[in-house]
């Protein structure tokens, strides 16, 4: 299979505008390290010691790849993280020490075939997902059965004011500040907020018969975790053409849209 193609065809609503990703990878670097290594020895363990052969692990909304630099110090493997902001592929080179290929993706529209990874992992990227079914229905898709899945959103980066002082410059303080009081405004913590557990478990109830999962919600963190066991077709699966639908109808939601627009506004 070929991961070298562009592979993206979607709206800019989730992308990280690139004059912001700079700041993020700082941030990431600075305050992201512990977590992104708990995650990976997380991984580890559910990998086990001795798997009988190398793994196939995907990172969905990879962007810097530091947490693929951290599953790879720990677990043989071959490392694929996609995203949609393309901006960030040149940060990724550096942080997985090219131990990771970046695939520019959809994660509605994931490239690649049914039953291929062992392995799924997302942080961070739920929250601002316009269709977290369809993100769950890609993941269940892609991974083989007998794989397993995590997702943790958001990703609990928080970071002082002090802090963001002495790593950022005047305009990257300004992007950061902006976020920070938007996340305040609207989640009441400097992280954003996310999705209720009952919505998730709503969506995966869908997958019930093919899938053991568990959901949980801490300090307004979501970790999901997903086994697939059975190779019988699940029942939320929609076609293509319904789910493009779906994306459209999203967009066209206005009160949405608002939410959106004001967000970039301000
Ligand atoms: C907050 S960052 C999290 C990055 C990283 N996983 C972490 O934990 O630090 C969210 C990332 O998801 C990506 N993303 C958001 N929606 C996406 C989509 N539909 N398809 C692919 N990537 C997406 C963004 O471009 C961004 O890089």
């Known amino acids: 299979m070929k991961f070298n193609g562009y592979y993206l065809d979607m709206k800019s609503w989730e992308r990280i505008p690139e004059e912001h990703v700079k700041t993020y990878v700082k941030i990431c670097e600075y305050a992201g390290k512990d977590f992104y290594r708990r995650i990976a020895k997380r991984i580890a363990e559910d990998i086990g010691k001795n798997p009988k052969r190398e793994i196939k692990l995907l990172d969905i909304g990879t962007a810097h790849g530091m947490l693929l630099y951290e599953i790879s110090r720990l677990v043989e493997g071959t490392y694929i993280g996609i995203d949609c902001t393309l901006e960030f592929s040149k940060y990724f080179k550096k942080y997985t020490k090219d131990k ?61 004011v002090s802090e963001a002082k002495k790593i950022l410059d005047e305009n990257e303080l300004r992007i950061f500040m902006t976020y920070r009081e938007q996340n305040l405004k609207f989640s009441g913590s400097e992280i954003p907020s996310t999705f209720e557990k009952e919505d998730i478990e709503a969506v995966l109830k869908n997958f019930e018969k093919n899938i053991n999962f568990s959901v949980k919600k801490e300090d307004c963190v979501l970790t999901i975790f997903i086994e697939k ?38």
């Open 100 to 160: 990771a290929r970046f695939v520019a993706a959809d994660a509605y529209r994931l490239p690649f075939k049914e039953n291929y990874f062992d392995y799924i992992v997302s942080t961070g990227v739920l929250h601002g997902l316009r269709c977290p079914d369809f993100f769950f229905e890609e993941i269940y898709r892609v991974l083989r059965y007998g794989g397993k899945a995590l997702v943790v959103d958001p990703t609990p980066l928080k970071m002082e």
């Open 229 to 266: 066991h059975s190779a019988t077709q699940c029942k939320g699966s929609r076609n293509k053409k319904d789910a493009k639908e779906l994306i459209k109808e999203f967009i066209e939601v206005p009160e949405y849209r608002k939410r959106i627009e004001k967000i970039i506004a301000e």
